[in-house]
């Protein structure tokens, strides 16, 4: 063995034979040797540590492995752990889900195929294998998985909150978090708890365990110990907080839910979401009211006196309207606006049916009638089909308001709504606010837009029907007569020139030929160089005639992301599809143009109304938005659109241009999927 003491020479000593007497070493000589060892140590400061060339040690702690920066977890440092198994799932993930535990911290275990373990929580396990990157973090790799024992979960944990949790700072670790229990989701062999803590929600999963009965959960306080286990998207970014606990013995309830909510005290719905004193964690609150609108299995919303409130409301059944019902649920705020979450209800009693409150435009979006069943008249400008439901677009005064009917209703039949008929919708008004309606100066948040809830095609009362004769029809009438003419006069040129046929032939080809350099070869709409040509040419009119027209700039949101995800050929299909839908949102007149990768330009030539330019906006937003088939799955695309009219965005072609692609950028800006309009800026006289 060695000696070694302050002031004492270092003494090596063979097995059996007696010590000698230590001699004593001098303090310049200590400091000599003191000063060696610290140079050897500056020398060579990376012996079997991470970064260098030397062989790789082998890792005997969890926290060395988790620790480890993704370049140096792929070099697959060999592992060798003793643990405890604290979550073993080999269902929810095809190849198996394994945490382990041992005194220095937790690790995921990856299994590349399934591992046909019997492991449960508490077994004392050997680990060996290699270090890998993971998708978020570090894990073993490779491993090799031998029970040697039973062991007990640790008894303390990382009290976590969710920021912590949703910052992946507690990636994999066993921990402790508490929070009320909102909702419980199965699957034949997990259960999931949605928890509400004071600061976010948390996701907490576990294996199905037969005969526990998870229902008693929902609105207990409790607290439960499992490892942090991120959800991740498509790019392997961390996108909420989850908890991967192994059974109900590692939760604790420390307030129980009542026996009965319905047996609450109920609050009116004027006091939900008001001040209170109180600052627990909000538990599930009991209010009364009438039935305005169910969707059945989605939305109920409900009114009491003045107050209206609308809710989720995933149970099953439907109720009359006008019926008095109790409903429980959690006090929540969404879209800026208050709702209940989770609720669930029971009809008290029957009563006649609400009577609808008549507003304006302008009242709606006031936000004083948000939740209200109210009654709004329009003009229809367009209507959608998407995602399973069907939505009405309607012009009332200079806004455009959707009106959504409720899945169901398009499988009884749908009437045929004529686009310009004056319809008078009777719904629930749903005002949607953004940040960038906030008033500063009163503190209050107005709405930047409103939508109509029907609860069915008999809430939609046409007003006054379109005549036949409209544009569209007329134009219509135009062509076909024009093509009648234009058939009979190639007859007879056909006819009366046969001498001419190669002549004709060549003069096809330069015609073709100039049609493919002025025309995109994708989408076969005229390229830059032709709307050029056509802007300059509507310019002209304009002014001789003291017309008016507007540009259109229609830029696809993202496009970047589906080509880099589903490829080139999906990418064409998305800018194929998208062109058609352009052209069928427009007249037959006006122009449609590609003149970039995903940017495409609407001439709107001689309007009688540049307010229809706005309208046609909205209508490429909404027509654009329907899911692109390419084969796999559907892809959902939006776009940004800019929109700047002739003379009050400029006179010549350029500073139209400019002026409608500043306008399109706004419209990214303020977050896609929507139309701006180029307002010029007034300069103080």
């Not at 062999?189 to 949605?194: E, G, H, M, P, R």
Request: aromatic residues 6%.
């Amino acid at each position: 063995m060695y000696l070694l003491n302050a002031g004492w020479r270092l003494v090596f000593v063979r097995r059996g034979q007696p010590a000698p007497a230590p001699e004593r070493i001098s303090a310049p000589r200590l400091r000599r040797i003191g000063i060696l060892l610290a140079l050897c140590l500056a020398m060579f400061p990376a012996i079997g540590q991470p970064g260098t060339d030397r062989p790789l040690r082998t890792l005997v702690h969890a926290r060395e492995v988790h620790n480890l920066s993704p370049e140096e977890a792929a070099r697959a440092w060999p592992v060798h752990l003793r643990a405890v198994v604290t979550y073993f799932d080999p269902v929810i993930n095809p190849i198996g889900d394994l945490f382990i535990k041992d005194a220095t911290g937790s690790i995921f275990v990856e299994f590349s195929h399934p591992p046909h373990l019997d492991l449960h929580a508490g077994d004392l396990v050997d680990v060996t294998g290699v270090s890998g990157p993971g998708e978020f973090a570090p894990v073993i790799n490779r491993p090799v998985v031998r029970a040697i024992g039973r062991s007990s979960l640790p008894k303390n944990a990382t009290k976590a909150t969710f920021g912590q949790l949703l910052s992946g700072s507690l990636d994999g670790q066993w921990v402790e978090t508490e929070g009320v229990v909102h909702a419980v989701h199965y699957t034949p062999a997990d259960v999931t708890l949605d928890m509400t803590s004071l600061d976010g929600s948390i996701r907490a999963m576990t294996r199905r365990e037969p005969g526990a009965n998870y229902e008693s959960l929902v609105d207990s306080l409790i607290r439960l110990h499992g490892n942090a286990c991120p959800l991740l998207n498509w790019k392997q970014q961390m996108v909420e907080a989850q908890i991967l606990f192994p059974s109900l013995r590692e939760v604790r309830v420390l307030k129980p839910a009542p026996r009965d909510p319905f047996a609450l005290p109920a609050v009116p719905l004027s006091q939900v979401m008001r001040f209170s004193p109180s600052i627990e964690i909000p538990h599930r609150v009991h209010v009364q009211g009438a039935v305005t609108l169910q969707w059945p299995g989605r939305s109920l919303c409900i009114q009491q006196d003045s107050n209206n409130l609308c809710m989720d409301a995933s149970q099953a059944g439907s109720v009359a309207e006008g019926s008095l019902i109790d409903a429980v649920g959690f006090s929540s705020i969404r879209d800026y606006k208050r709702t209940l979450e989770d609720a669930s209800f029971r009809v008290a009693a029957g009563g006649p049916s609400p009577r609808p409150t008549p507003v304006t435009t302008d009242e709606a979006l006031s936000g004083r009638f948000d939740a209200a069943l109210v009654q709004i008249d329009g003009q229809l400008v367009g209507r959608e089909h998407t995602l399973g439901e069907f939505q009405l677009m309607l012009r009332s005064g200079n806004v455009i308001i959707s009106a959504i009917l409720p899945s169901d209703a398009s499988s009884r039949g749908m009437p045929d709504w004529k686009e310009g008929s004056v319809l008078r919708l009777t719904g629930i008004c749903d005002a949607l606010a953004g940040p960038d309606t906030w008033n500063l100066s009163d503190g209050e948040l107005r709405p930047g837009s409103v939508r109509i809830l029907l609860r069915g095609v008999d809430d939609v009362r046409i007003l006054e029907r379109p005549s036949w004769w409209t544009p569209r029809h007329a134009l219509a009438i135009l062509v076909a007569t024009c093509l009648v003419s234009l058939a009979a006069f190639v007859w007879i040129v056909v006819l009366g020139h046969r001498v001419e046929q190669q002549t004709l032939a060549l003069r096809k080809s330069e015609e073709r030929l100039r049609h493919l350099s002025e025309h995109d070869v994708l989408t076969g709409l005229p390229n830059r160089l032709l709307l050029h040509d056509r802007l300059a040419e509507a310019l002209q009119r304009a002014e001789r005639s003291s017309g008016r027209l507007a540009i259109l700039m229609v830029d696809l949101d993202r496009f970047k992301e589906i080509n880099d995800v589903c490829g080139h050929q999906a990418g064409d299909k998305v800018l194929t599809t998208t062109a058609r839908r352009l052209l069928d949102s427009v007249r037959l007149t006006d122009t449609v143009a590609r003149i970039g990768g995903d940017e495409f330009v609407v001439l709107l030539g001689d309007l009688s109304d540049v307010s229809r330019a706005e309208s046609i906006a909205a209508k490429i937003v909404a027509a654009v938005s329907a899911p692109v088939d390419i084969g796999s799955s559907p892809v959902f695309v939006t776009v940004s659109v800019g929109v700047c009219t002739y003379p009050e965005g400029g006179r010549d072609a350029e500073t139209l241009m400019q002026n409608v692609d500043e306008a399109m950028y706004a419209a990214k800006t303020q977050g896609r999927n929507a139309f701006r309009v180029f307002m010029p800026v007034s300069l103080p006289t």
